[in-house]
């Protein structure tokens, strides 16, 4: 059967954070736009809808399953408010099944979207023929040769697995643990990127035994003492960290479970049992198979998209959210896997390729939180990129530990919650990093971030009244600078 | 009246043989013949898969109702037992039948649905009347009427 064939003003490729955003805002250009959106199955062969990582496989999921284990957190505490509770039970079927739930109906309206928006959506594989001509491969192997005059690839990324013995037949990654039918039992996280941290944090917070296996650092490429701050306090409520090591093997015991063997920096080695073994120690883009050097374009040697302005080397292809290189942008960006940058990115795109407009992409100062068990929220630089930009003498760093009221009836830690403004001195203290470990830290960061992309200096900080009591008017009190050598701590009562 | 904030009642005439169930590849489904009686439960509301909806398409001897549904949309369980009650009324006058939304998504972009519970008055192959939202019995019965 010759393929059926179809003609675009646009084709995105990908139906995810970026691609869907991107093809909406062409279509109300009036262009003819058509989006194509393929979930291959992960190893362990789940499979999802419309919508990307971040509403399957991403931030939806991990931030509901984060939500419960705070629900958890909450309940232990309800006692010194007064509740009287028997020990509340985790159900991990319910939680899975109700996050699904939603999921679905997220998909649901995705699809509704594209229709009412008059977006062509083809659930299919595409893959370059040339430079203007993708193939589009459906499930049931049917094929679509579309043309486009423009082409934007947003193919996103996903999980990567170990070269190991076992690691694909045995281990699951994040495709699939929030769709996991039984409970995960005692777990072993591989990694110690945000992802790896997230899901050992929810997993450990309703109720299972969870070791985090490390090589080197945690939380890569963010401010390092906020990442101790966030890896201890998971430290200290239950979950095990093994530092220094990469694993060699994953067997299976004759009972079920997983034997994963490991090698120690030290060159010593060992192991351990578990019945789920999840690895979270990085991701790859999705460019190697679709077919890229037929429209010629140009990777990095990492597989990603070198950009500028979203335009790849062929100047009528784009690409826009994980697959664009931040290394190679100007400046480096290193916020570019945000499903709010894909988005951005995307309708600024169509805005300048089919409205006239022109303003471009600024992948600065983007907010972003880590939500481990206590949360991490940062806008800008961590500490040591701004000194290493712009030299310690340049940078004043005001910071605070604090305690939530909230938390002091249940008498939880002391010291724990963190602020810190990283200001730059020649220009006033102009704030260029925020960085806060707390409850919430999500829901103030953002709004901090408004602030600091509209310039706020420390100034400005100190001449806003506070909203009291809350954890956010910590950083309208801050008073000591790191360079004093004063302590940030808070004494107890 | 409390289910009606999303009622958009609108009488569009869509033939559903010039629309086609068309698959996403804009390929013409083929309507099989009829594998099974339709007749077989009448008086109840009977969930369909795709190709046992485009049988009953095939057949039209009476009306069809349609629900389109999904399991996670709150709405829709709200107006399952009225679908009943509508199908229990009409008996063998009109069939009533429900599609899962996300189990046959070729079928609900098909017909356009863009909302939850989507209800459809179909007659003759074409697409007499349909609604958006959670219906009570009387306003259902008020479309097949
Ligand atoms: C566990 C986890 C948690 C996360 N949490 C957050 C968070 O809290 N906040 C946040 O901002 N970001 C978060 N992210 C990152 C976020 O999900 C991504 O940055 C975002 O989804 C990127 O969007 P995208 O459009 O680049 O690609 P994606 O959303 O990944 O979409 C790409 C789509 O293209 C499809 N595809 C690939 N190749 C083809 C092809 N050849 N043909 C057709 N379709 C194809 C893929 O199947 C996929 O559906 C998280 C990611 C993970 C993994």
């Not at chain 1, 992960?42 to 919508?51: E, N, R």
Request: a negative charge; proline letters at 5%; one cysteine or more.
């Amino acid at each position: 059967m010759a393929a059926a064939e179809a003609q675009y003003d646009l084709l995105v490729i990908g139906g995810g954070s970026g691609g869907l955003a991107c093809s909406k805002r062409a279509a109300s250009h009036g262009k003819k736009v058509a989006v194509c959106d393929f979930v291959k199955p992960s190893p362990p062969g789940t499979t999802w809808g419309l919508g990307g990582t971040c509403v399957n496989v991403g931030c939806i999921p991990k931030k509901l399953m984060h939500q419960a284990a705070l629900l958890g957190e909450g309940m232990t505490d309800a006692e010194s408010f007064g509740w009287e509770v028997a020990a509340p039970k985790h159900n991990w079927e319910t939680m899975v099944g109700n996050v699904q739930g939603h999921i679905k109906s997220l998909n649901f309206g995705y699809r509704s979207d594209l229709m009412s928006n008059g977006v062509k959506y083809y659930n299919a594989y595409a893959t370059f023929l040339d430079p203007h001509t993708v193939e589009a491969v459906d499930k049931k192997g049917k094929v679509t040769k579309i043309t486009a005059s423009e082409i934007v690839i947003c193919t996103g990324g996903r999980p990567r697995y170990p070269d190991i013995p076992g690691a694909k037949e045995l281990g699951i990654t994040s495709d699939d643990v929030f769709a996991l039918k039984s409970p995960p039992g005692r777990t072993l996280v591989v990694g110690a990127s945000y992802v790896a941290l997230e899901c050992a944090g929810f997993i450990k917070g309703v109720g299972y035994d969870t070791t985090v296996m490390m090589r080197s650092i945690p939380l890569r490429g963010f401010d390092q003492q906020m990442a101790g701050l966030c890896k201890t306090y998971m430290q200290e409520h239950g979950v095990a960290f093994i530092e220094g090591a990469v694993p060699t093997a994953v067997e299976a015991t004759p009972s079920g479970a997983k034997k994963v063997s490991w090698k120690l920096a030290d060159g010593s080695v060992g192991s351990g049992e578990y019945d789920t073994v999840l690895f979270a120690i990085g991701r790859d883009v999705c460019t190697s198979a679709i077919g890229i050097d037929k429209a010629g374009v140009k990777l990095s040697s990492n597989g990603k998209v070198p950009t500028v302005n979203e335009q790849t080397n062929v100047p009528h292809i784009y690409a826009i959210g994980d697959i664009i290189d931040g290394e190679a942008l100007n400046p480096p960006s290193a916020t570019t896997e945000l499903t709010p940058v894909a988005i951005q990115a995307g309708k600024l795109l169509a805005d300048r390729l089919y409205a006239g407009k022109s303003a471009l992409m600024d992948y600065s100062m983007v907010a972003t939180t880590v939500y481990t068990p206590l949360e991490y929220g940062a806008v800008g630089l961590p500490e040591e990129e701004a000194i290493k930009l712009h030299g310690e003498d340049n940078i004043e760093v005001y910071h605070s530990y604090f305690k939530p009221l909230e938390w002091t009836l249940p008498h939880r830690g002391d010291n724990v919650c963190y602020a810190k403004l990283i200001c730059l001195k020649p220009e006033g203290e102009r704030v260029i990093g925020l960085h806060v470990c707390g409850p919430n830290a999500g829901e103030m960061t953002q709004g901090f971030a408004v602030a600091i992309k509209a310039g706020a200096t420390k100034a400005h900080f100190d001449d806003t009244v506070g909203i009291h009591p809350t954890v956010a008017e910590e950083f309208t009190l801050l008073a000591t600078t790191k360079r004093s050598g004063d302590s940030a701590e808070k004494s107890g009562c | 009246m409390q289910h009606l904030c999303w009622l958009v009642l609108a009488a569009c005439i869509t033939p559903l043989h010039a629309l086609a169930l068309t698959a996403a590849g804009g390929q013409r489904l083929a309507l099989r013949p009829s594998s099974r009686s339709p007749a077989l439960a009448m008086g109840a509301v009977r969930q369909v898969t795709t190709e046992e909806f485009e049988a009953e398409l095939q057949d039209c001897a009476t009306p069809i109702l349609l629900d389109v549904f999904a399991v996670w949309c709150g709405p829709c369980q709200l107006m399952a037992p009225e679908m009943d009650k509508v199908a229990e009324h009409y008996g063998d006058r009109c069939r009533v039948l429900k599609i899962d939304a996300d189990d046959e998504a070729e079928v609900a972009d098909t017909l356009q649905v863009r909302g939850l519970p989507t209800v459809l008055l179909i007659n003759d192959m074409s697409v007499v009347m349909r609604a958006e939202g959670a219906l009570m019995a009387d306003e259902l019965k008020e479309i097949v009427d």
